[in-house]
């Protein structure tokens, strides 16, 4: 179960309202087309490998912090909870994170070698997009205490940001509609979106984060 709500974090992540309105723009880095869906999906899929990388290895980076500090759980759990409480009232509104913020770029990526090294270098400037939900799912990472755990953790959220890419590389002519209708509805995405970080953090304080995954697994 915890890895079902890492996967929902990173489908979250990959609508949230500064990532999804600039998508069209980074599928034309791959130079689509008609004409061009296998070589859009190839560089698609190098550049979710690429931020993919990234991801896994701060997720190991923070499964051997939370696993050095494991004498102190109780400690990095209640840090690790209200920093994800302060990622939930960002996604509210309540406080401001100046951090999370989109970022622009422009450019044309050629070769599926390129798109691994453009979506390494990205994942810097994706992380102002789905910063909230990254920052929940490498507290999470932290606080199980495994480097294994920390890496699998960011591999499942990876995939759960990186499927719906690929899908609307291929398909994003066909998908406004549905963009569309996520971008009109906002105001009640993220308000539901920032509880679900709340009440993470609540439940990493409380130190039953782990148990509640296993009732609903």
Do not use: W
Request: hydrophobic fraction near 55%; include cysteine.
């Amino acid at each position: 179960m915890q890895y079902l709500l890492t996967f929902l974090e990173g489908i979250i992540s990959f609508i949230s309202p500064c990532m999804l309105p600039m998508l069209p723009v980074y599928v034309s880095y791959f130079g689509g087309g008609g004409s061009e869906k296998k070589g859009v999906l190839a560089k698609a899929a190098g550049f979710v490998a690429g931020f993919a990388l990234v991801f896994v290895l701060l997720g190991c980076f923070a499964g051997t912090l939370g696993r050095l500090l494991s004498g102190y759980k109780t400690a990095v759990n209640i840090v690790c909870g209200v920093i994800v409480i302060i990622f939930g009232l960002s996604y509210l509104g309540v406080i401001r994170i100046p951090f999370f913020r989109g970022a622009d770029a422009a450019g044309r990526i050629d070769g599926v070698f390129s798109a691994v090294v453009f979506g390494m270098i990205y994942s810097v400037s994706l992380t102002p997009c789905v910063g909230a939900f990254l920052g929940s799912a490498l507290m999470v990472a932290s606080a199980a205490g495994s480097t294994l755990s920390g890496a699998l953790l960011l591999l499942v959220y990876s995939l759960g940001l990186g499927l719906p890419f690929l899908i609307s590389a291929v398909l994003i002519e066909k998908l406004g509609a549905v963009f569309g209708f996520i971008k009109r509805h906002y105001n009640v995405i993220n308000p539901v979106c920032g509880c679900i970080l709340i009440i993470v953090g609540i439940l990493m304080i409380c130190g039953v984060l782990s148990q509640v995954m296993q009732i609903f697994g």
